[in-house]
């Protein structure tokens, strides 16, 4: 049997101007902020080369970040889930 969607995952929400910086402008719902922030990090190639669970920060990731230079994928949509509303 598949698995219905959550729907709170599919909601439209209101993006911070940082956010909409590196994803584009919103609203977007949770799951496209999330698969438009790994095409980000992908294509500036952000990852750390050593452990590739961790997210290097650029400029623009810095303030999502909570001015962290570097953090794990898990941490990074705890952080980011925090600039969207």
Known sequence: MPRKANPAL???LK??????AVVGPGPLAR???VK??????????????????????DDK???LFGGKSE????EMT????????
Do not use: T
Request: overall charge positive; hydrophobic content about 45%.
């Open 10 to 12: 599919l909601k439209p």
């Open 15 to 20: 993006l911070s101007a940082a956010l909409e």
């Open 31 to 33: 799951g496209e902020v």
């Open 36 to 57: 438009k922030l790994w095409e980000y990090i992908k294509s500036h190639n952000l990852q750390n080369p050593q452990n590739k669970r961790n997210i290097i920060a």
């Open 61 to 63: 990731l810095l303030p």
């Open 71 to 74: 953090v794990n994928m898990f």
């Open 78 to 85: 705890k952080l980011v889930s925090g600039h969207m509303s």
